[in-house]
Structures are given as C-alpha cells and as structure tokens.
C-alpha cells in the first residue's frame, strides 16, 4: 500500500468530535501521515483535552509520523503571550478565548490572565512556538490558511508556502480570489468556514453549503468545529472524505 496522508481540519478545542473523527478514520501505519491543518483551540470547551490528546495519547494509538501546523489562533495567542496582550483577539465572544482559559484555568473569570495569556502552561507554550507553517509531500501542500499571489517579470503566480511574505499570510488570508483562483499543486486548508465559500463553485456535494469544500487544485476542510458544526478530513491520495458527525 503506499504511503498515505490525512489532512485534518479546524478542531477547536472540541474534543468529542475529534475522538469521533478518529473512530471513522482507517487503520493507519508506519508509512502514513496525519497532518493537523492548525487551530486546535478556543470556542469549544476542551482547548486543553485537544492538545493533550493530540501530544500525548495519540503517538501511544498510531504508528503514522503526525504534523501539526500553526494556525492563525495559535498565532494569535504567541501574540498575547509576547506582547502582554491583544484585546482585539482575547474580548470578542465569537474568538473563543474565555472558553480556552476555562479548559486550561477551570474558570473563565480571571481576566488579566485571559488578557495576557498567562494561563498557557510552559511547555504547551513551547510546543506553540515549535508548529510549523505549512508542510508538502508528494500528494499536496498543506498549510492553514491559503497562499498569496506573487507578480514578477514572467507575470503573476502562486506563491509557494516557503516563499510567502510576511509569513503571517500564510495563517491569516481568507482572499476570495485563492478559492475562486488558485492552480498549481493540490492544496489543503482550513481557516476559511467552508459555508462563507462560493457552493457553486464546489465539486463536494454542492447540496451541502456546511461540507467540505473542493474546487480543483483547492480543498477546504473548516466544517464549523467548535461552533456547531463538525470536524472533517481528507485522505490522499484518493481524497476520500471522512468526518466526525453522525457519531
């Protein structure tokens, strides 16, 4: 059998439906990969359970070499962390940032932890800061959030993930004109909820606005986890898709 990669999507501190993925997923083995396309946290209640499970009980469960990527909730936590704080990120409700320190905490009450981020233990910090960007095999390159545009003398194209500049593009964009654009080598995402992207334009059930997304080279795997919706990944090189509802 050859080499196979997962691509799993936002998780979201929701912890249940990340085990409910897992249970759907095939026996994977030594010659396998599991790529986490980042945000592990916030929003759900279980910020904390997700990392553990991820860090620590999962290389006890497969053989298959795991990649976990930064994603742009990661980030912004670095950006607490490191600068004293960012109530820009932290105060709005939609963020999930209460709910994080709660998972770490056991309340959500003290707010100069949550402005600071002083709650993070140390080592969870660190392995924050050791998350790649972005990863590529012989199937697709896989990073959070999608790729810039570059112009140059030969005319515009795609940026690769190790060209990007600033590199924070690479956890942020959401720029419509990647999803309705971009070719080149296959491509995995997350960041973008799949329902914000054009249906029309999706070869993945079109029926289904809240599933995965796919438009040629681009396949969008944000199905709402950790907000009412569920956790989806893709297998390659088939591109099969599993996902966690329904369990």
């Not at 190790?162 to 309705?180: C, M, Q």
């Not at 986890?225 to 297998?235: N, P, Q, S």
Request: glycine residues 10%; contains cysteine; aromatic residues 10%.
């Amino acid at each position: 059998m050859s080499a196979r990669t997962v691509a799993i999507g936002d998780i979201h501190g929701d912890l249940v439906h990340l085990l409910a993925l897992w249970d759907h997923l095939p026996p994977l083995d030594a010659e396998d990969t599991i790529v986490f396309l980042g945000d592990y946290v916030d929003r759900g209640p279980d910020s904390a359970g997700v990392i553990r499970w991820i860090r620590e009980v999962l290389p006890m469960l497969t053989e298959a070499r795991v990649i976990c990527l930064r994603g742009n909730h990661e980030d912004a936590w670095l950006r607490v962390i490191d600068s004293g704080g960012w109530p820009e990120f932290v105060l709005p409700k939609a963020n999930g940032a209460r709910e994080c320190l709660a998972s770490y905490a056991g309340s959500a009450d003290d707010r100069m932890a949550l402005l600071e981020g002083s709650f993070w233990p140390a080592d969870v910090v660190a392995w924050l800061r050791a998350l790649p960007l972005w990863y590529e095999d012989a199937h697709a390159i896989y990073v959070h959030a999608g790729v810039p545009r570059l112009s140059g003398p030969d005319g515009d194209r795609w940026a690769h993930p190790g060209e990007a500049e600033p590199k924070s593009v690479l956890l942020w964009t959401r720029a419509n004109h990647f999803f309705r654009a971009y070719a080149g080598k296959q491509i995995v995402v997350g960041h973008t909820p799949t329902d914000l992207l054009p249906p029309e334009l999706s070869e993945h059930t079109l029926d289904d606005p809240a599933d995965a997304w796919v438009r040629g080279d681009v396949f969008a795997t944000d199905t709402g986890c950790g907000k009412g919706g569920f956790l989806t990944a893709v297998m390659f090189p088939g591109r099969t898709v599993y996902e966690s509802r329904g369990a």
